[in-house]
């Protein structure tokens, strides 16, 4: 696993929670350095495998995170005996999860990690894991970040990683590509991903001949069933014995790749598709807009933005201008389908869109509670934009003004003074508001005021700049976090 987003550096080195399900290696945070600790084994894996043909290249291509050696003496991390090597990462500069991708980002990952292990099972290595954990994002470009993950592959066994494959990407995928299920709920809701049993339940009658499904979901879940009490290796010695070889795991996994690229999902019509065109605003409003954040941001260099409510990604593309890289949040799958591909047409490296509902962030997941990181504890932002989305918090889903207001300025709890807030109030009398409001009792939301926004503002940041939109119903702000 990766680095978390960056951040001040470090007084010691700390083991990342996320990493611990492999006993021969372990990621570890130092000083702002991402390093993995290897053991004994997993050194002499690691020397195979930068000493090969195919791996070298991956790197140059960046389909492999950077990965570099360090002078072990020179070090001390936990359980500091343990560790033979230590590798040191490329930081990524954002570290997102499966569940807050879109079908785009799920298919090309999977794409990814397929080529990798295509190549590597040529070369004679295999990798232990298939999950889309071991995938993360430059931009809009994927990149396989599970360096300790490749071994030697062994003649008369199956790719290690299928089962982690089908349940965290292929599944996944088909749930939305057959049903026009969005996938991220389920994810989320479960780190090891989707159970073939669960896929053959949803799966039944007429469906269970969708592409790929009679093969690796019932025939998939058929066999589990037959080699439950089996041990691994009785498995292993009937696939030998029955001539099972690296050829055939080859051909296999080609198959699997050809059928990824096959499932499509067109993003369906959403309201959300065509704001832009039925929101309230004129084109005085849009060009005032865009310059206020474009002064906002001028000159202040910062690591890290957050586009809350992106849409179509506008202002992330403003915004990238001025920071050394920004995430866009889009609630909306077929809204942040939609942006993925027009960042990676364009190629973008700077410019990371999830899927991420704005009033039901992604808590911490896993083991503890905290293997997987939440969307806060991973949000250490420069500057917030949180434009025409506060309203949507407050009258959409009842949240407090006080609570929206301190939501957004805590994402740039460690920004201090060099932090920027950029917030756009939508007043009582907009026609979004009233459209909104037209849905509530008469009288819920009395706080919701310009005056009271302005108010519960001025007690987290110095206000530095306001401006009132052409409209007359919208008012921009710019917040200093005070302290």
């Known amino acids: 696993m990766s680095s978390p987003p960056l951040s001040a550096p470090e007084t010691g080195a700390r083991a990342e929670p996320g990493s611990f399900r492999d006993p021969g290696n372990r990621i570890f945070h130092l000083d702002g350095q991402v390093l993995r600790g290897l053991d004994r084994r997993a050194t002499e894996d690691w020397h195979a495998l930068a000493a090969s043909d195919f791996f070298p290249p991956l790197l140059a291509a960046g389909k492999v995170c950077g990965t570099e050696p360090v002078d072990r003496d020179t070090l001390t991390i936990p359980d500091d005996s343990r560790w033979d090597t230590v590798l040191r990462?490329?930081?990524?500069?954002?570290?997102?999860?499966?569940?807050?991708?879109?079908?785009?980002?799920?298919?090309?990952?999977?794409?990814?990690?397929?080529?990798?292990?295509?190549?590597?099972?040529?070369?004679?290595?295999?990798?232990?894991?298939?999950?889309?954990?071991?995938?993360?994002?430059?931009?809009?470009?994927?990149?396989?970040?599970?360096?300790?993950?490749?071994?030697?592959?062994?003649?008369?066994?199956?790719?290690?990683?299928?089962r982690q494959f089908?349940?965290?990407?292929?599944?996944?995928?088909?749930?939305?590509?057959?049903?026009?299920?969005?996938?991220?709920?389920?994810?989320?809701?479960?780190?090891?991903?989707?159970?073939?049993?669960?896929?053959?339940?949803?799966?039944?009658?007429?469906?269970?001949?969708?592409?790929?499904?009679?093969?690796?979901?019932?025939?998939?879940?058929?066999?589990?069933a037959r080699h439950a009490d089996a041990s691994t290796g009785t498995v292993r010695e009937e696939l030998r014995d029955a001539g099972f070889s690296r050829d055939l795991v080859l051909?296999?996994?080609?198959?699997?790749?050809?059928?990824?690229?096959?499932?499509?999902?067109?993003?369906?019509?959403?309201?959300?598709?065509?704001?832009?065109?039925?929101?309230?605003?004129?084109?005085?409003?849009?060009?005032?807009?865009?310059?206020?954040?474009d002064v906002a941001l001028a000159g202040t260099a910062p690591r890290l933005v957050l586009d809350l409510g992106a849409n179509d990604g506008d202002y992330s593309r403003l915004a990238a201008r001025h920071a050394a890289y920004v995430v866009a949040v889009e609630s909306d799958p077929a809204v942040a389908e939609q942006l993925y591909r027009r960042l990676r047409a364009d190629g973008e490296r700077r410019i990371l869109p999830l899927v991420l509902d704005l009033a039901d962030p992604s808590p911490g997941g896993g083991w503890g509670g905290v293997e997987r990181a939440s969307f806060a504890d991973r949000a250490d932002a420069d500057a917030v934009l949180a434009l025409a989305v506060i309203h949507h918090l407050a009258i959409g889903r009842n949240v407090p003004l006080t609570g929206v207001v301190d939501w957004l300025v805590g994402f740039l709890a460690t920004a201090g003074r060099r932090g920027r807030l950029v917030a756009e109030f939508v007043h009582p009398e907009d026609p979004m508001a009233r459209r909104l409001l037209a849905n509530k009792p008469a009288g819920t939301f009395p706080d919701y005021r310009r005056e009271e926004f302005e108010r519960l503002l001025a007690g987290r940041c110095e206000i530095t700049a306001r401006e009132e939109l052409p409209s007359g119903t919208r008012t921009l702000y710019v917040g200093v976090p005070r302290g």
């Not at 785009?104 to 889309?132: N, P, Y």
């Not at 709920?185 to 009679?214: H, K, N, Y």
């Not at 690229?261 to 409003?285: G, I, K, N, V």
Request: hydrophobic residues 40%.
């Open 89 to 162: 990462h490329e930081r990524i500069p954002f570290v997102s999860h499966p569940y807050e991708w879109s079908f785009g980002m799920l298919r090309d990952a999977a794409l990814l990690h397929l080529e990798i292990l295509t190549t590597a099972l040529g070369a004679g290595f295999s990798t232990k894991d298939g999950s889309a954990y071991n995938l993360q994002w430059r931009g809009a470009t994927p990149v396989f970040i599970d360096v300790g993950s490749f071994e030697p592959a062994r003649d008369g066994e199956p790719w290690p990683g299928y």
């Open 166 to 224: 089908c349940q965290t990407m292929l599944y996944p995928l088909m749930m939305q590509a057959h049903l026009g299920l969005d996938f991220q709920p389920w994810l989320r809701s479960r780190i090891d991903g989707v159970e073939p049993g669960q896929m053959r339940r949803l799966f039944g009658g007429t469906r269970r001949f969708s592409a790929g499904v009679f093969k690796h979901v019932h025939l998939h879940d058929a066999m589990q």
């Open 251 to 293: 051909t296999g996994v080609r198959a699997v790749e050809k059928l990824v690229r096959r499932l499509d999902w067109q993003p369906p019509a959403s309201h959300w598709q065509q704001y832009r065109r039925t929101c309230a605003y004129s084109e005085a409003d849009r060009e005032r807009k865009a310059r206020f954040v």
